[in-house]
């Protein structure tokens, strides 16, 4: 079920599988590989074994185009053919 970005709670949390499937990505390692460029949602380190994203700011994110890169990074493909979000 594909849910509006709009319509994602302000509050709260939400596991990195719940992202995976909201932005369409397959693969754990993308996450990751934004994470390390700075690019997508912040990822929240609750202990060795669980990570979180606020949905305030996955919400965010997606309504500004999901389009925040770091200054002096462009488009592209990431590692493993994992696409970059531009």
Known sequence: MVIPAADLPDDATMPPKELMQLVGVRARATLWHWDRKGIGPTKYV????????????VRAWLLDGAKRLPPGQGAGVGQGGDAVVA
């Open 46 to 57: 609750i202990n060795a074994r669980t990570v979180r994203y606020s949905r305030s700011e």
